[in-house]
């Protein structure tokens, strides 16, 4: 693969020497490109030497005489743009669209996939401008790698470090397609469903959808076609993933068996409302008319119907419990079908609907439970691919229809 490292002017910059040579040992071919202040911080011999290439700086043509630009040259060579580190500085005119130096006239010639490793001290990194141009960026696409939470250059511990290496490879390594998930196909849901009573007021639940949101990230990062199927949150899309929306548990279901026969792994995250008001109201009840009861009628059971849409799917459920953990999780799994049930206590309120961190036990069909103790949703996120990965050779398809 080809990759144009771009670095910028922060202290992490020394980490691009290493960073390239990372890449070059995975058998990727790297040039670098260097902006005016990052070449205090390495110098362009040190980054020719390791790639093997000569280092674009401030050229604007080809050196060979061809009249070509330089920049447009390096955006068609290139297959993965990566910039490490990012400042904010360079973030900001990435976002902005901006063009005064051959790392951002490149960058925004160049159509393929970028990845991003921020790094600067954890106050720059807070600011609401540098995350309003963050959150641009990921909109458009962009994968970031980090930051991480470390030592800083000011000798203080925060978050702002730039990924290290390796985790910076991977994250190169699966915007490409070339993740250890590539070529497989990951469904995941998320969040509440919201069942209407009248045109303002439903039934629903806690769920925040930060979990569900963590696994689909993941498993795109890991190189997969995602799709997630959320309910309402207040969640950015992950990159890479496709988004679809939904509202009630129906909506939910239908999206679950589009999309479910095309899946190698089903993610059921989702805390699906069991039940939904028989009649919901045309209009707002007033409170002058009274309400002596709500009928309710149960809604589909999407995950005990995973077995007949997606057969051949690794499947997955979530069970959040208050008590009996274990007990409930058990018959949860039995009657439900699936290959993995992973469960949390909900009354716990540091690993709650909403919180950032969770605590999770995965039963399995074969094995015994496996405790995962707590930790960020993103960290556990991971935990639950590495452990459901196992089981995909063995869930061989004869066919995949790409996602779009």
Wanted: glycine content about 8%; hydrophobic content about 45%; overall charge neutral.
């Amino acid at each position: 693969m080809r990759v144009l490292l771009g670095v910028s002017g922060g202290i992490a910059a020394y980490k691009a020497a290493e960073l390239v040579r990372r890449l070059r040992a995975r058998g990727h071919d790297v040039r670098c490109a260097l902006t005016r202040s990052a070449a205090s911080f390495v110098t362009p011999l040190t980054l020719e030497v390791l790639s093997g290439h000569a280092v674009h700086q401030e050229e604007y043509l080809e050196p060979t005489g061809s009249g070509e630009e330089a920049h447009i040259t390096a955006a068609a060579w290139a297959e993965v743009l990566c910039v490490a580190p990012a400042t904010a500085h360079v973030l900001g005119r990435l976002a902005l669209g901006l063009a005064d130096d051959f790392l951002t006239t490149t960058a925004l010639a160049f159509a393929g996939p970028v990845v991003a490793a921020p790094a600067m001290h954890s106050v720059m990194w807070s600011q609401p401008a540098v995350q309003e141009h963050v959150d641009t960026l990921r909109r458009r696409g962009v994968w970031f790698a980090g930051p991480v939470e470390g030592p800083l250059a000011s000798g203080e511990v925060g978050m702002g470090r730039m990924a290290d290496p390796d985790a910076i490879v991977e994250a190169v390594e699966a915007v490409a397609g070339r993740g250890p998930l590539a070529g497989r196909t990951v469904l995941v849901t998320a969040g509440p469903t919201h069942e209407p009573v009248d045109p303002v007021r439903f039934l629903g639940n806690r769920s925040s959808g930060k979990m569900g949101f963590a696994l689909a990230a993941e498993a795109a990062r890991r190189g997969a076609r995602v799709v997630l199927v959320a309910g309402p949150v207040a969640l950015a899309t992950p990159p890479g993933v496709r988004r679809i929306d939904v509202t009630t548990a129906r909506e939910m279901e239908r999206a679950v068996r589009e999309h479910a026969p095309e899946a190698d792994l089903v993610i059921m995250s989702a805390a699906v409302a069991d039940y939904r008001p028989s009649r919901p109201a045309a209009r707002k009840i007033k409170k002058t008319q009274g309400l002596a009861a709500i009928e309710l009628e149960e809604n589909p059971d999407i995950l005990a119907g995973l077995v007949a849409v997606a057969p051949d799917a690794v499947r997955v459920g979530f069970a959040a419990e208050t008590d009996d953990l274990e007990a409930n999780a058990r018959r949860k799994m039995e009657a439900k079908g699936v290959d993995f049930l992973v469960a949390n206590d909900v009354s716990r309120p540091d690993i709650a609907f909403g919180s950032e961190a969770n605590e999770v036990t995965v039963f399995r069909r074969e094995g015994p439970p496996l405790f995962v103790p707590r930790s960020p949703k993103s960290a556990i996120a991971g935990q639950l691919l590495d452990l459901f990965a196992v089981l995909l050779p063995s869930h061989e398809r004869t066919a995949v229809r790409p996602v779009v």
